[in-house]
């Protein structure tokens, strides 16, 4: 059985469900993540991956990029702000690594430093306005965020 990353289907849904776990569990130990916080982030990671799926499929890369960004943005300052909860990069770096564009700047100058210009500038083009997305909605999330009320 081949799988396919455009058409997931059958063991290769399972495969693509279980590797966002093993990258949840790892990026723990790798930001020394309280390993108390695992359900809540894998809840996060989880909730971004679906956003941005479905946000791709209806709206395109970039659109359903900056709307996974934004519910990530909104739920992550706003469970920082409550007592006892970690600072909000802690919870956040793990769905903003579901985000990021990975190898498409490198494959831009790849290309550039290979000869192919218009391959290269596209590339980083894309790269750009997606970390632009990402940026937007996680700004946009922050602000809808809502505030806890002062002590008194």
């Given amino acids: 059985m081949r ?17 966002w776990i093993v990258f949840t569990v790892g990026t723990v130990p790798a930001f020394a993540i309280p390993t108390r916080l695992l359900g809540t982030l894998l809840v996060l990671v989880y909730v971004t991956v679906g956003v941005q799926t479905a946000g791709t ?3 395109g890369e970039v659109g359903g ?5 934004v519910p990530l943005g909104l739920v992550t300052t706003w469970l920082a702000a409550r007592p006892a909860q970690p600072p909000r990069i802690v919870l956040l770096l793990p769905g903003f ?13 790849t290309a ?6 218009i391959q290269g500038f596209h590339d ?4 750009i306005t997606i970390v632009t997305a990402i940026a937007a909605g996680l700004l946009l999330g922050a602000v809808l965020a809502p505030r806890p009320e002062p002590a008194p």
């Fill in 65 to 69: 990029t900056f709307a996974a960004a």
């Fill in 112 to 117: 550039l430093a290979g000869g192919y210009p």
């Fill in 97 to 109: 690594f579901t985000l990021t564009v990975g190898s498409l700047g490198m494959r831009g100058l």
């Fill in 3 to 19: 799988c396919s990353t455009w058409r997931p289907t059958g063991t290769c849904r399972w495969a693509l469900f279980l590797a």
């Fill in 57 to 59: 499929k209806l709206i």
């Fill in 124 to 127: 980083l083009t894309k790269m």
